[in-house]
T-cell receptor, first 111, second 115 residues
């Protein structure tokens, strides 16, 4: 079946630098995508979402970019902070209110 | 804020036991979900409920059942626990709108160990 995947399982970032987390999806019919953050010992927390009729969406310190041509999604975190250390998941809407999740990227922020 | 509460953070059970995982949401959401999360595999959907007493199998329903007698409560049942069901279990809920913007809100998870 279709799946959502992340390019790299881990990412190490210097505090204050920008982080870019990538995600490739395979279902060209996907029309809605979400990024989640999961801190240790907690459930996934919604960060930002984007519809397929958009290329870019910005939140507080985060930007999601969608490239439908190559079926690629990215999450950019500006001025990464220690509190950004977590596992980040992308998810796509697979219909009937369900989501498909990637395996996640673990982001570690170096002081 | 949406709150999804899972009754236990940690559970240790023995092989063959019947196990109940409880989940309650306080936002009057239509949809509720149970996932399991294993390293390297992401979140996999076990069961989904879109209304009271309504349920739908997810991707890995074998060995599990669910119950939704009230809108706010969704229970996951392991009829006879096995060691391969050792995992993190996550409950989620969503509003159930007709549009695309159906964000799922998660509980903190229950880490189940089956010995």
């Amino acid at each position: 079946g279709e799946s959502v995947g992340l390019h790299l399982p881990t990412l190490s970032v210097q505090e204050g630098d920008n982080s870019i987390i990538n995600c490739a999806y395979s279902n060209s019919a996907s029309d809605y995508f979400i990024w989640y953050k999961q801190e240790s010992g907690k459930g996934p927390q919604f960060i930002i979402d984007i519809r397929s009729n958009m290329d870019k969406r910005q939140g507080q310190r985060v930007t999601v970019l969608l490239n439908k041509t190559v079926k690629h999604l990215s999450l950019q975190i500006a001025a990464t902070q220690p509190g950004d250390s977590a596992v980040y998941f992308c998810a796509e809407n697979r219909g009937d209110y369900k989501l498909s999740f990637g395996a996640g990227t673990t982001v570690t922020v170096r002081a | 804020d949406v709150k999804v509460t899972q009754s236990s953070r940690y559970l240790v059970k023995r092989t063959g036991e019947k196990v109940f995982l409880e989940c309650v949401q306080d936002m009057d959401h239509e949809n509720m979900f149970w996932y399991r999360q294993d390293p390297g595999l992401g979140l996999r959907l076990i069961y989904f409920s879109y209304d009271v007493k309504m349920k739908e199998k997810g991707d890995i329903p074998e060995g599990y059942s669910v119950s939704r007698e009230k809108k706010e409560r969704f229970s996951l049942i392991l009829e006879s626990a096995s060691t391969n069901q050792t995992s993190m279990y996550l409950c989620a809920s969503s509003f159930g709108s007709e549009g695309f913007w159906d964000i799922q809100y998660f509980g903190a998870g229950t880490r189940l160990s089956v010995l």
